[in-house]
């Protein structure tokens, strides 16, 4: 049982390039979610989802997509990273929504140059 | 909107000694989720403790334990004996009842133990 796990753990990119962070939860959580973390600041949820084939927007969901084709897998996509975009993200899993525990992975520091 | 507010940025302790942590959060709701989360230097988020509002108990988990003061709004953490692993930093967090996208987390407090 691996929990939650993120990859990779660290990434630089350059302005305007794309890529994806993974996700994965073998916990059989209905509930995802994707968080990022800024200095001085506590998590700011991105998109979560509720269940395969369900997702929907947090309080900072601009230049991010998400997609949840199974329930064990839940993508962050980055269309064009941009400077603003340098943060930790965060991805949690939990069984029935917010209220319950959440389960978070290790986390991926991102850098966009 | 909803703020999760901690106004200690930092506090030290020290090692079998008690500290008290402050959270105070806005809202207009009665229904909502109040919870601490720890985040060791690994960076992984491990829930401490959560009080549902309604319950008028504080929530209490071996060591760590709440003052939920609803009509102040207001959510502190205490450890008790604090050990050396409790060297973190700790988040404040809000979930309103209804609402599966309004979860709120404060700017956190980085706890320092010394032995």
């Known amino acids: 049982n691996a929990g939650v796990t993120q990859t990779p753990k660290f990434q630089v990119l350059k302005t305007g390039q794309s890529m994806t962070l993974q996700c994965a939860q073998d916990?059989?959580?209905?509930?995802m979610s994707w968080y990022r973390q800024d200095p001085g600041m506590g998590l700011r949820l991105i998109h979560y989802?509720?269940?395969?084939?369900?997702?929907d927007q947090g309080e900072v969901p601009n230049g991010y997509n998400v997609s949840r084709s199974t329930t064990e897998d839940f993508p962050l996509r980055l269309l064009s990273a941009a400077p603003s975009q340098t943060s930790v993200y965060f991805c949690a899993s939990s069984l029935g929504g917010f209220q319950e525990t959440q389960y978070f992975g290790p986390g991926t520091r991102l850098l966009v140059l | 909107a909803q703020t999760v507010t901690q106004s200690q940025p930092e506090m030290s302790v020290q090692e079998a000694e008690t500290v008290t942590l402050s959270c105070t959060y806005d809202t207009s709701e009665s229904d909502y989720y109040l919870f601490w989360y720890k985040q060791p230097p690994s960076r992984q988020m491990i829930l401490v403790i959560r009080?549902?509002?309604?319950?008028?108990q504080n929530a209490t988990e071996n060591r760590f334990s709440v003052n939920f003061q609803k009509a102040a709004k207001s959510f502190s953490l205490k450890i008790s004996d604090s050990q050396l692993g409790d060297a973190a930093m700790y988040f404040c967090a809000y979930r309103r009842g209804d609402n599966n996208n309004d979860m709120r987390f404060g700017a956190g407090t980085r706890l320092t133990v010394k032995p």
């Open positions: 989802s509720v269940g395969a084939g369900i997702t």
């Open positions: 009080q549902e509002a309604y319950k008028q």
């Open positions: 916990m059989n959580h209905e509930y």
